[in-house]
């Protein structure tokens, strides 16, 4: 079997669909078809199930799935180790990091990895929860950093650590950020809020720890974008609900004054997701270690 024919094969499997799996490998449709067609014939038996709305596994194909990944993991390791006969880990690695990160993560983060490994190379973005989890399963992010993930059978999640929310008001003629009275979980749901779509973790947060009071937050208007919210909040449009880093690093701080929340504090949790259905290697691994202890440290000195 041809290693191309099962890298093709897996991805079209993952992804359950020619189309996406086109797009993603940069192959032209009739191209990837006609390799993943080859397989089958050298198989002499059906791998796929086509439908109008992509592919579906057969028996076979499920069984070549597994050890699809399992071949092309082996493949990956073998790299890694002839890599380190030459001096350092060689490869490409793939990196989420949510909106109030990035801008302070990314940075040390990048200075970490070429640090440790000059010959690889790193791409980081940035997203929200829930397509950064789609972009995991689908292989296009090999980890994420995820704020209060739902459990999915084919995502790992680790524990990193928990921020806690602020109420963030506008004080635009304060000369710093300064924390003002701490406001309750029951006054929050009274105060205009501008949140995130309904996709957002920090808005299913807030949703959630209100519906136990039997609340619902007075949503006024909606951005998918924490830099835009913080606008927003600064020109008195509403408030907000954000980390203390998230206002420090997007955010012209002297606009601003945080409340803590109480009764109860709200804290949320960041997690490490990869995927669970593909193995980490050598190079993820330490691409792991590197973001545990740059979490560490920016967490230490995120809060007050």
């Not at 009275?181 to 947060?205: C, G, K, Y």
């Amino acid at each position: 079997m041809d290693l191309k024919q099962i890298h093709y094969f897996v991805r079209v499997a993952e992804l359950g669909s020619f189309t996406r799996a086109a797009i993603d490998l940069d192959i032209a449709q009739p191209a990837l078809s006609r390799q993943v067609r080859l397989l089958e014939v050298e198989l002499r038996q059906p791998l796929l199930i086509r439908n109008g709305r992509g592919v579906t596994l057969t028996d076979a194909g499920q069984r070549l799935l597994e050890h699809g990944r399992g071949i092309l993991y082996q493949v990956e390791r073998a790299r890694e180790d002839l890599s380190m006969l030459r001096g350092g880990l060689t490869g490409r690695i793939a990196v989420g990091l949510p909106p109030s990160l990035s801008k302070t993560m990314a940075v040390p983060l990048v200075r970490a990895f070429k640090e440790i490994m000059p010959e690889a190379t790193l791409a980081v973005s940035e997203g929200l929860s829930t397509a950064m989890v789609d972009a995991v399963i689908a292989g296009r992010l090999d980890i994420a950093l995820l704020y209060n993930p739902t459990p999915l059978p084919d995502i790992d999640l680790s524990p990193l650590g928990e921020q806690a929310l602020f109420l963030v008001k506008s004080a635009a003629l304060q000369a710093d950020l300064t924390t003002g009275n701490p406001v309750t979980l029951a006054r929050l749901a009274d105060t205009p809020l501008i949140t995130p779509s309904p996709h957002n973790a920090i808005r299913r947060f807030i949703e959630s720890e209100l519906a136990n009071i039997k609340r619902r937050p007075n949503i006024v208007l909606e951005i998918d974008s924490i830099g835009a919210i913080l606008d927003l909040v600064a020109d008195g449009a509403g408030s907000a609900v954000l980390s203390r880093n998230a206002v420090n690093s997007l955010g012209a701080s002297h606009c601003f004054t945080i409340h803590p929340i109480v009764e109860p504090e709200l804290h949320i949790k960041l997690f490490l997701a990869t995927s669970a259905r593909r193995p980490a290697t050598q190079m993820q691994n330490t691409m792991m270690r590197l973001i545990e202890q740059e979490v560490t440290r920016h967490f230490r000195y995120a809060e007050p």
